[in-house]
């Protein structure tokens, strides 16, 4: 688990798992991106992700704003159908 990003609106929090880890069968992973204002959750995996990951990498190699990765963000949390609880 690896913290990627933390805004005043969102966490984005990367999930990686390996084959070698028990009860996985191949290497896998995704994203966990909590959005804070709605109180939400949503966890995407395989093309999804991969499909987030290329296009925070296209803003990442751009240089942009704050604002510019929360909009990007918010398109995923839409999605969104986990409240998120405190335990």
Same mark, same amino acid.
Request: no cysteine; aromatic share 10%; glycine share 8%.
């Given at each position: 688990?690896?913290? *990627?990003?933390? +805004?005043?609106?969102? $966490?984005?929090?990367?999930?990686? #798992?390996?084959?070698?880890?028990?009860?996985v +069968?191949?290497?896998r992973?995704?994203?966990?991106? $909590?959005?804070k204002?709605?109180?939400?959750? &949503?966890? &995407?995996?395989g093309? *999804?992700?991969?499909?987030?990951? #290329?296009?925070?990498?296209?803003? $990442?190699?751009?240089?942009?704003?704050e604002?510019?990765?929360d909009?990007? &963000? +918010?398109?995923?949390?839409?999605?969104?159908?986990?409240?998120? *609880?405190?335990?």
């Amino acid at each position: 688990m690896q913290l *990627l990003y933390n +805004s005043d609106n969102f $966490v984005v929090v990367a999930f990686e #798992l390996s084959a070698g880890e028990p009860g996985v +069968s191949d290497a896998r992973g995704g994203y966990e991106i $909590v959005d804070k204002f709605n109180r939400k959750e &949503i966890f &995407i995996e395989g093309e *999804l992700a991969q499909s987030f990951k #290329l296009g925070v990498q296209a803003l $990442v190699d751009a240089g942009p704003t704050e604002e510019d990765l929360d909009e990007y &963000i +918010s398109r995923y949390t839409a999605l969104a159908q986990q409240p998120v *609880l405190m335990h």
